[in-house]
Nanobody
Framework: QVQLVESGGGLVQPGGSLRLSCAAS????????MGWYRQAPGKQREFVAS???????NYAGSVKGRFTISRDNAKNTVYLQMSSLNAADTAVYYC??????????????WGQGTQVTVSS
């Protein structure tokens, strides 16, 4: 079955940078919009950034100018380059992808989440 595997999370100091990766694997026919969401302790999951198959991007206002989303269609992978990180960015980051596969024409998939902690 289709699976999204995330990597790149960890502990970083304020002002630092991290690069998250999310690779989709399985019997995939096509990958449409991919994106990133995050959930901080005690808060609801929120949208961070998205990128279409044509590479059009969208960002939450809180991260615009600091985060950059990109994708490698040949590898079915989406990236999130995070810079100028601050404590408010601390959260579990989840990869999301809309995928057509042998099991479904359209299915919304989620990664397992990767922890990003910004602390001195």
């Amino acid at each position: 079955q289709v699976q999204l595997v995330e990597s790149g999370g960890g502990l970083v100091q304020p002002g630092g940078s991290l690069r998250l990766s999310c690779a989709a694997s399985g019997s995939i026919f096509s990958v449409n919009t991919m994106g990133w969401y995050r959930q901080a302790p005690g808060k609801q999951r929120e949208f961070v950034a998205s990128i279409t198959s044509g590479a059009s991007t969208n960002y939450a206002g809180s991260v615009k100018g600091r985060f950059t989303i990109s994708r490698d269609n040949a590898k079915n992978t989406v990236y999130l380059q995070m810079s100028s990180l601050n404590a408010a960015d601390t959260a579990v980051y989840y990869c999301n992808a809309h995928i057509a596969s042998r099991w479904s024409f359209d299915q919304d998939y989620w990664g397992q989440g990767t922890q990003v902690t910004v602390s001195s």
